[in-house]
C-alpha cells in the first residue's frame, strides 16, 4: 500500500483535518451559526421533501428530520457543506457516490419517453470491442433500485432524445433522488451534443440532436475565432442546463500529432497554443467564471493528451495501448489541460493508454500514481475531480491485468481517481474498502470533491427543469444564426490554382455528396437545393454541368475492428491507411469527373487523410470538419469569403504518415512531410 497513506503521522493528519470538518458541521447545528447580512433567497425546487422556514428564508429538509441542517442551508460555503454531509453518509452510501454508471431511458422503437428505465442491463462483451469479459458486469442499473439501494447518484445520459423528453425525464430521475434518504440530487454527464460528427461512436458523439448544431471540434478550431468559441459554449450550456444535462464528458484537449489516431474527430487539432486557446474559452463559456445554477460542469479528457498513440491504435484494444514520446514533446501535450485547469475545468479523465518507455510507471494512467497525484495535482496544481475513463477496470486493464478487481480500485483510487465509470455495481468498491486496501480517510477526499461539485452548481437547492422552457431554448433562431456563422467560416479553401472560385452567377453546378462509397445512380448523392439563393442552376448529372462539386467523406470509425496479424511494433493490430481509396472513397469516379470537367473537390477530413490519389485532379480544394451543403455554397459562389484555417497537417503520403514521430505536430516533422500544414488557407 502507499506510504502516504499507511505513514502514522499523515493519517494523523488525515484523520484531524476530516475530524475538525465535522467538528464545524456539529458546531454549526449547535450553535445556530447562520451567516450574517442580506442573502438572495434561491428558487427551491422539490417534489416531497417539506420547506423549512428560518431567518426569513426557504431551505429544503432534505434529510427529512424536521431542522436546518448545515448542508441544507444554501447560505453557507460549499466546502461545509459538503463536509456536514459527508459526515451523514454512510460507506454504502460513499461507495455509491464514487460510480458514475450508464444510465437509459424508456424507448420504443425511435421514440423516447420520460418514464424510468427499472431493468438492470448486465454486460458479459466489452462495450467497446466485443470482447468476453471475465465476469460480468452490471452496467446499467435500474433507475430507483440504483439510487435508493445501490447509491448511484452520478449517471452518463447517451440516449439521443427531444429536449423536452430529456427534461420529463431528468425531473423524475430527481424525484426519486430527492425522496432517498438523504435528498442527494443526481447529476448527468452527456457526450457533445451539439456538432456535425461522421463518427457518432458510444463515448465519442451523441449526433445530430434537438440541441443546435455547430461543425465539429476541428471546425470550430479551424474558424480560428476564440470568440465565436465562447458563443458555442454559452449557448450550448443554456441549452444543455435548460433540458437537465448539468455536466458534459467534453472536451478532448488531446493534440492529434499522430495522423492515424481515430479520435482526432473530436479534437481541437494540433497546435497546442489554438488549442489552448479554445479549452480556456470552452471551459468559461460551459461553466462560466465561477460554477452556478447556470454551468455546465465539464470533465476535460483525455489526460495526459492521448493524441500520441503508437501506430496511431486505438487504446480501447490492447495493441494500442502504448503511448508514446519519440519526440520527447510530453510537456507539448499538457498545454491544454494547463488551459483547462486555469479556467477552472471541474474535473479530468485520464486515458486508458499507458506510457512506453518514458520515466512513468507503465500502467495505464488511470492507475499511474506518477501521472495522477504526481503530474496533474502537485505539479500542474489540479484541485477538481479525476474521472476514469469508462471500464479501466473491467474492460481495459492495461499494464494490472494481473491485479484482482479490488486490487486494480485500490490501485486507482491511490493514484487519485475520485470517481469511475464503466458499472453500475459500487459492491466491489466497498469490497475494497472492507478488506482494508483503500482507507476510508482516502474515500472521503473524492466524496468531499463530487460533493462539492453539486453544491457549487446549485442542484441542492433546484435540480428541477421546466420542460417547455427546454423546448423552446434547444435549436432557437438566434443559437442557429451563430452557428451558421461558425459553418461557413470552418470553410477551408486550400487550393484555387486555376481561379475557377468564385462560380458566375448562372453557371449550371452538379453538386454530388456521399457518405463512405458512392452508390451509382443514387440520386439521394444529388444536392439540388429547395430555395436557390445564389443565382446558380443546379443540374442532375454531370454531363448537364459547366461546374462539379465533389464533396468526399472518408470513413472513420474508431471502433471499426482493427484486429488481424501484422508484423511491426503493434502486435495483433492491422495497419491504419490514411488513402482515400483505403477508406471507402471511389477514387477512380472522383478522377474521371475531375478530369473532365471543372471540379471543387471538397473533402470532409474527421482526420488528416492521404489525397495523393486525386491530387493530379485537385487544382481546386476545399476542407470540411461537419458543415451544411448551404454554407459550401455560400462560399463557393463567393457569398462568403473563406476565412478558414486547417486545424492539423496533411501528410503528403501514407509512408510520410507511417515515418511521422507520433508526440510531434505535422508543423514540426521533417521536411517534406506535409502537403499542407495547420494555419494553411486562402480566401479570394
Known amino acids: 500500500m502507499d506510504s502516504k497513506l499507511t505513514n502514522p503521522v499523515k493519517m494523523k493528519k488525515i484523520s484531524m483535518i476530516f475530524l475538525s470538518a465535522a467538528l464545524i458541521a456539529s458546531l454549526a447545528l449547535l450553535t445556530d451559526c447562520s451567516p450574517k447580512g442580506d442573502f438572495t433567497q434561491p428558487e427551491l425546487g422539490s417534489r416531497s421533501v417539506k420547506i423549512l422556514t428560518k431567518g426569513g428564508y426557504k431551505f429544503k429538509d432534505l434529510n427529512k428530520n424536521g431542522k436546518l441542517d448545515l448542508y441544507e442551508d444554501w447560505r453557507q460555503a460549499s466546502e461545509e457543506r459538503a463536509a456536514d454531509l459527508l459526515s451523514q453518509m454512510t460507506i454504502e452510501e460513499k461507495a455509491g457516490f464514487m460510480i458514475i454508471s450508464q444510465i437509459n431511458m424508456v424507448q420504443e422503437g425511435n421514440e423516447f419517453t420520460s418514464e424510468l428505465n427499472e431493468e438492470d442491463v448486465v454486460a458479459r462483451v466489452n462495450m467497446f470491442t466485443g470482447n468476453e469479459l471475465s465476469e460480468p458486469v452490471v452496467n446499467v442499473s435500474g433507475t430507483t433500485r440504483g439510487i435508493k439501494e445501490r447509491h448511484l447518484l452520478h449517471f452518463i445520459l447517451r440516449a439521443n432524445a427531444p429536449a423536452k423528453v430529456i427534461a420529463e425525464w431528468s425531473n423524475n430521475v430527481q424525484a426519486v433522488a430527492e425522496d432517498a434518504r438523504l435528498g442527494i440530487p443526481a447529476i448527468y454527464a452527456s457526450n457533445p451534443r451539439n456538432h456535425i460528427a461522421t463518427d457518432n461512436s458510444v463515448g465519442l458523439n451523441v449526433g445530430s440532436s434537438a440541441f443546435t448544431q455547430w461543425p465539429g471540434t476541428l471546425g470550430l478550431a479551424a474558424t480560428n475565432d476564440l470568440s465565436l468559441v465562447r458563443e458555442f459554449a454559452e449557448s450550448a450550456a443554456m441549452e444543455w442546463t435548460a433540458a437537465g444535462i448539468r455536466k458534459g464528458y467534453m472536451y478532448q484537449a488531446d493534440l492529434a500529432t499522430e495522423p492515424r489516431w481515430n479520435r482526432i474527430e473530436g479534437t481541437f487539432g494540433e497546435d497546442a497554443d489554438l488549442v489552448s486557446g479554445i479549452m480556456r474559452e470552452i471551459v468559461l463559456g460551459f461553466q462560466g467564471e465561477k460554477s452556478g445554477p447556470h454551468s455546465v ?79 496533474l495535482r502537485e505539479k500542474l496544481g489540479f484541485k477538481g475531480i479525476i474521472n476514469s475513463d469508462t471500464g479501466p477496470i473491467d474492460n481495459m486493464p492495461w499494464g494490472v491485468e494481473n491485479l484482482s478487481v479490488t486490487e486494480r480500485y485500490q490501485k486507482a483510487i491511490e493514484a487519485g481517481v475520485d470517481i469511475f465509470s464503466g458499472s453500475a455495481d459500487p459492491s466491489r468498491i466497498l469490497e475494497t474498502i472492507r478488506s482494508g486496501l483503500v482507507t476510508e480517510a482516502r474515500i472521503d477526499e473524492s466524496v468531499l470533491r463530487l460533493l462539492k461539485e453539486k453544491f457549487d452548481i446549485g442542484l441542492f437547492e433546484n435540480p428541477y427543469v421546466d420542460p417547455v422552457v427546454a423546448d423552446s431554448i434547444a435549436n432557437n433562431a438566434g443559437f442557429r444564426e451563430k452557428a451558421d456563422l461558425a459553418f461557413r467560416k470552418s470553410i477551408v479553401l486550400l487550393r484555387n490554382d486555376k481561379s475557377l472560385l468564385p462560380v458566375k452567377p448562372g453557371t449550371k453546378i452538379y453538386f454530388e455528396a456521399f457518405l463512405n462509397s458512392r452508390q451509382s445512380d443514387n440520386p439521394h448523392n444529388v444536392i439540388i437545393p429547395e430555395n436557390n439563393e445564389w443565382g446558380v442552376e443546379f443540374v442532375k448529372s454531370p454531363s448537364e454541368a459547366d461546374f462539379v462539386i465533389l464533396w468526399l467523406t472518408p470513413s472513420s470509425s474508431l471502433f471499426g475492428g482493427r484486429r488481424g496479424g501484422r508484423e511491426g511494433s503493434s502486435p495483433g493490430a492491422v495497419p491504419i491507411d490514411l488513402l482515400l481509396s483505403k477508406n471507402m472513397i471511389d477514387v477512380a469516379y472522383v478522377n474521371r469527373i475531375a478530369s473532365t470537367k471543372p471540379t471543387a473537390i471538397v473533402v470532409n477530413f474527421s482526420k488528416p487523410f492521404v489525397i495523393s490519389e486525386i491530387d493530379r485532379n485537385a487544382s481546386t480544394l476545399l476542407a470540411t470538419f461537419g458543415t451544411t451543403y448551404s454554407a459550401l455554397i455560400d462560399v463557393i459562389t463567393g457569398k462568403f469569403n473563406p476565412a478558414g484555417k486547417m486545424p492539423f497537417t496533411i501528410p503528403v503520403s ?31
Open 297 to 375: 460542469v465539464l470533465t476535460t479528457k483525455h489526460f495526459p493528451g492521448a493524441g500520441a498513440e503508437m501506430d496511431g491504435q486505438d487504446a480501447h484494444y490492447d495493441y494500442g495501448k502504448n503511448q508514446v514520446y519519440p519526440g520527447g514533446m510530453m510537456d507539448y501535450h499538457l498545454k491544454p489541460f494547463i488551459a483547462a485547469i486555469e479556467a477552472g475545468t471541474s474535473a479530468i479523465m485520464p486515458y486508458y493508454a499507458l506510457p512506453h518507455q518514458t520515466e512513468y510507471e507503465e500502467v495505464g494512467f488511470a492507475f499511474n500514481k506518477g501521472i495522477l497525484t504526481g503530474l
Open 654 to 684: 501514407q509512408q510520410a504518415a507511417v515515418d511521422n514521430l507520433e508526440d510531434v505536430p505535422g508543423t514540426l516533422e521533417k521536411e517534406g512531410y506535409a502537403l499542407f500544414r495547420s494555419g494553411e488557407g486562402i480566401s479570394y
